[in-house]
């Protein structure tokens, strides 16, 4: 062929009842992606001009998926006929008539497969004019797999499912890793000779395999330097077992790549995050989602990011946020929560067991401890005082808060929205704001404090308090 064109099969049509869940298996997520979502972005790398799905069980949902992932994707669905065989070949009658290329079959349950690896199994396929090349893998413990049968030569002889397997095949350690590349026309030709006639009643796409051997064509099996690369993942030990392997390649990437990560056993870091060079991550911290961090930025210990964006050496501790923006040079933490559409703008502060939502914090503004801003816009340089609350729910409608640049407020403030404070106003220590205050402008609610003399001797008599007033009160009298 003077060009090779390419299509991928993803087989997504098992039921993955072991996983015990009303969510369809390949939907289970690791490193912030379902699991078919990392095989069709292995397979998107490989550049395929087509790319299908075989689809069955809960296939609304799984449709539903794979349409976001890959909005050109072409859905198939398997019929009542059981087995990877019938799979494949539902998938391959979707191809155009004149498609003369190479297919790869994958797994959608198979996460940590990488767009290197297929790459490579392609080349080889290609490079030895094979009909059919196989994935393999050494194990020591390959119950469950089918074995790779080789000749005498060690060529590929054939492929035998566990239950149909003799002893000593079953002693064999080379297993398949349920990853193909064929030619497509002796594909088409093999696939319509393939039976139900084994143990499990199923049409098997390794049956194909034997079928081209006998035939004399080209096929052969190519093992992966490392078994855990094929590990399907079956239920949730094996899930769980396959997030901190790939957690692992993921912290080590960033760590190659001139980020600190002082724990690696304890930073958990999502597939779609991006670090620049000399981030400084500390233990117990997860990065989740389509997080960014600029670089010098140091985030931990304890500190949770999803969707967020920070800036250039902020620092961002025992905190939990969520869909957030952390301007350059700001400090967030510790024991604070942003909620999203947080915006903190550059040398910001947003300070101790502070709560923020859909509020910006202008530039070098400050929430230090101790307060709820909600539904919020503060200017710059301005300081809002410990123990402020915005008050922005009536029981029916949020109104905003605007807060101006300059602005001093004092402590244990209520900012009843929607209401204004201009720029460079004060308000005073324990104040109600219901009112606008104008720019410059001192707000105050003042109360006058009342004294009740002999109240705790009349209301707590007996009490330690009321004896230690009356003592006091002996004292002065004296």
Known sequence: MTEHKLAVIVLAAGQGTRMKSAKPKVLHRL????LIGHVVAAARELNPDHV????RHQRDEVVATLSELMPDILIVDQDDIPGTGRAVEVAVDSLPADFDGDVVVVSGDVPLLDSATLASLLAQHRAQSAAATVLSAILEDATGYGRVVRDADGGLDRIVEQKDATVDEIAITEINSGTYVFRVGPLREQLVRITTDNAQAEKYITDVVGLLRGVGAIVSAMPVSVGWMVAGVNDRVQLAVAARRMNELIVQKWQRAGVTIEDPTTTWIDAD?????????LPGTQLKGATLVQSGAIIGPDTTLVDCEVGENAVVKRTDATLSVIGAGASVGPFAYLRPNTNLGVGGKIGTFVETKNSTIGEGSKVPHLSYIGDTEVGEQSNIGAGTITANYDGVNKSRTVVGSHVRSGSHNVFVAPVRIADGAY???GSVIRKDVPAGSLGITVAPQRNISGWVET????????????????DSDA
Request: no cysteine; glycine share 8%; proline share 3%.
């Open 427 to 429: 308000t005073g220590a």
């Open 52 to 55: 299908i799905a075989v689809v």
């Open 459 to 474: 209301n707590r008599a007996g009490t330690a308090a009321a004896k230690a007033a009356e003592a006091a009160n002996d």
């Open 273 to 281: 995050v991006t670090l620049n060079p000399d981030v400084e991550i």
């Open 31 to 34: 490193a912030g992606r379902e």
